[in-house]
Every structure is written in structure tokens, then in C-alpha cells.
């Protein structure tokens, strides 16, 4: 059982579409992390986030951490061929060795 | 700088045999964890060694066993395989032990159980 829910499951949309992907818990997380997984390689980080409400952005992609910090989002604006990968959420608590992931989004921008 | 490496990269197996994966960090990464990921799930945490030393274990049963060596570089250990042990395991290393600072993953060895 994943400890952490992610949504959909799978996704597929023209180049130049806008998607979010989800990440709930019931749980409290000190930190969020998302990761992009490509086919033959291990998971790349992308972004962590610490603070309940807060907001990142990098270049097109937008990630926001829920105010109970139990839940976040990822958005890609004009989503590109090259965002096409496995996208993943994991939690760690304060002072955890592990994280615990989400079952993961694959998403799949047609060009 | 070389990345987390690991190997083999691939390989198959048949019930009941033994496996041995192979992991070397970041150079100046003192701490190595395990993960199993099977298709279509995310990542479980098997083991965290930190300075030679089991810190944390996951969910797992005994026939899965690791080790650190003085260099830093890890072993996991998998017995009496069974169909269900077939996934990608993956090496990941940081400097410390607790969840600060990045994770960085390796590319994983993928294992077939037959």
C-alpha cells in the first residue's frame, strides 16, 4: 500500500497542452520531493518542498506544497516531448532516513 | 564526477537461487540505501547504511541482507528468490543520513526471477 496517493495514473497530451499531476497523503510530510523517471534510469530529483503552502517553479514546471503539508501538486505549462517520464512524489518526515513514494504518473506528450 | 553506479545492470535468475547487487556512491557519500521497485509502483525502501552501519529497514523479509564496506560501497544481498522478488533495485547515495540535501539515485539493476 502506497502511503502516498498520486493522480491519474496515467496521462497523455499534445505538445503545447498544460497538465497537473497529484500527490495526497493523509500524512504529514516535513518535505515533499518529486522526481522524473525515465525508461533504463533511476529517479532525478526535481524540486523539494518544505514549507505548507509554499511554491516553486522551474522554467515551465510549477510545484505546490498543501498548507497541512499532506498533499502537492505539479504543473507543466506547454508541455514539451522531453517532459515524457515517470513522474514521482516521496515524503520524508523530520529527522527520517527513508522516503516514501507515490505509485507514480507516467505522462506522454505527443509531439 | 561519476554518478551512483551499479551492477550488473541486468540479469535473470530461477527460484531459489541467490543474488548479489553492487553499489558504488558519490565519492564523499557516506550514506547508501536500497530500494526495490517493481512495474508499475514506486520505489520501497529496502535498507539504509550510513558509515558501515545499518541505520533503517524497510518492510521486507530476511532473505534481503546488505552490507557497507570501509570505501563506502554497499552489497545487497537476495536469497531463495521467488517470482515476486523480480523488480528494478535501486542504489541511491547522499552525504548524510537523515532526509537533507539531495538523494541521488543510480540506474538500477534490473532482476528477473524465473
Known amino acids: 500500500t502506497q502511503l502516498l496517493e498520486q493522480s491519474p495514473q496515467f496521462l497523455s497530451i499534445q505538445e503545447g497542452e498544460n497538465l497537473t499531476v497529484y500527490c495526497n497523503s493523509s500524512?504529514?510530510?516535513?518535505?515533499l520531493q518529486w522526481y522524473r523517471q525515465e525508461p533504463g534510469e533511476g529517479p532525478v530529483l526535481l524540486v523539494t518542498?518544505?514549507?505548507?503552502?509554499e511554491v516553486k517553479k522551474l522554467k515551465r514546471l510549477t510545484f505546490q506544497f498543501g498548507d497541512a503539508r499532506k498533499d502537492s501538486s505539479l504543473h507543466i505549462t506547454a508541455a514539451q516531448p522531453g517532459d515524457t517520464g515517470l513522474y514521482l512524489c516521496?515524503?520524508?518526515?523530520?529527522?527520517?532516513?527513508?522516503?516514501?513514494f507515490g505509485a507514480g504518473t507516467t505522462v506522454t506528450v505527443r509531439a | 564526477d561519476a554518478g551512483v553506479t551499479q551492477s550488473p545492470t541486468h540479469l535473470i535468475k530461477t527460484r531459489g537461487q541467490h543474488v548479489t547487487l553492487r553499489c558504488s556512491p558519490i565519492?564523499?557519500?557516506?550514506?547508501v540505501s536500497w530500494y526495490q521497485q517493481v512495474l508499475g509502483q514506486g520505489p520501497q525502501f529496502i535498507f539504509q547504511?550510513?558509515?558501515?552501519?545499518?541505520?533503517g529497514r524497510g518492510n521486507f523479509p530476511d532473505r534481503f541482507s546488505a552490507r557497507q564496506f570501509p570505501n563506502y560501497s554497499s552489497e545487497l544481498n537476495v536469497n531463495a528468490l521467488l517470482l515476486g522478488d523480480s523488480a528494478l533495485y535501486l542504489c541511491?547515495?547522499?552525504?548524510?543520513?537523515?532526509?537533507?540535501?539531495?538523494?541521488?539515485f543510480g540506474e538500477g539493476s534490473r532482476l528477473t526471477v524465473l
Open positions: 516521496a515524503g520524508a518526515g523530520s529527522n527520517d532516513y527513508k522516503l516514501s
Open positions: 547504511y550510513y558509515e558501515k552501519e545499518e541505520r
Open positions: 518542498v518544505v514549507t505548507g503552502g
Open positions: 541511491a547515495s547522499r552525504v548524510g543520513r537523515v532526509n537533507t540535501g539531495e538523494l541521488f
Open positions: 565519492s564523499g557519500h557516506k550514506s
Open positions: 500524512s504529514v510530510f516535513s518535505s
